[in-house]
């Protein structure tokens, strides 16, 4: 027998969720995250616990169009049957849209060549649509787009962002990153904050808007922010933009 005979077969897939009542993407006790959803999925479909892994986390609340996890199983049906099994199992708010067979050696993470997440705001007397306030930070000051377009611009490429991140009490993680894009774009009271990078830190794209709002509110000035990534430490001036504006849009590889 040939090791492609007896090595199950590694699939790589697709995921989109509205984050708003999960616990993030990584599993918990209490069973509520994304991870802890889609492989109660996999075991109701194949008869047996299927590990997933993910191409790394979302926040609770935070949502995703292109979040992508890989699992190994044998599964003789084909992609569209994987798919129409999903849909049997998963609740409407979590919806696989790609599934097909990849190598062995792909991993959802390690195989990642970096990530592309939009940031919805909604600001001015206006305000956000009542169906709006899920997915974006609604605030009834209007906000100085070129001062922060002009402080985005202080922000791109490859910097030690630990100003930027959030993360305490664990092993750090390299705080290197290429920031590729950081675009502001919009009219009127509708803005969205594209971010594109090999990489982001705990909580750093969020940090990374709560800077650009900060300026925008005339708080910070492009300088200011500018000598915050070169302090290279974390201060109360850099604030965490609330989760449900965040969307993971796309996980990119070779």
Not at 5 to 14: M, V, Y
Not at 136 to 150: E, I, K, S
Request: aromatic share 10%.
């Amino acid at each position: 027998m040939t090791d492609s005979e007896t090595q199950p077969q590694r699939w790589k897939c697709t995921v989109a969720y509205d984050g708003t009542r999960f616990a993030g993407w990584q599993s918990q006790a209490s069973g509520d995250a994304i991870q802890d959803v889609l492989e109660r999925c996999l075991a109701g479909i194949f008869g047996r616990e299927i590990r997933i892994h993910g191409s790394g986390r979302t926040d609770s609340g935070v949502h995703a169009r292109g979040q992508v996890f890989h699992f190994d199983a044998d599964w003789p049906h084909g992609a569209a049957k994987l798919l129409a099994a999903f849909r049997t199992w998963l609740p409407p708010t979590i919806q696989v849209r790609m599934a097909r067979p990849v190598a062995a050696n792909f991993h959802a993470r390690f195989s990642a060549r970096g990530k592309i997440y939009d940031y919805e705001i909604r600001h001015g007397g206006g305000g956000a649509d009542p169906f709006e306030y899920p997915f974006c930070w609604a605030m009834p000051h209007r906000l100085d787009v070129a001062a922060m377009r002009a402080a985005a611009g202080r922000l791109t490429g490859r910097h030690d962002f630990s100003a930027f991140s959030a993360r305490r009490g664990e092993p750090p993680e390299d705080p290197v990153r290429t920031l590729r894009r950081l675009v502001v774009n919009g009219r009127g009271g509708r803005l969205r904050i594209a971010a594109e990078g090999d990489g982001f830190l705990y909580k750093m794209v969020r940090s990374l808007v709560g800077a650009l709002v900060s300026t925008g509110l005339g708080k910070l000035t492009p300088d200011d922010v500018a000598g915050i990534l070169k302090s290279e430490e974390r201060t109360h001036h850099v604030k965490t933009a609330p989760p449900q504006g965040l969307c993971l849009i796309k996980v990119l590889y070779r």
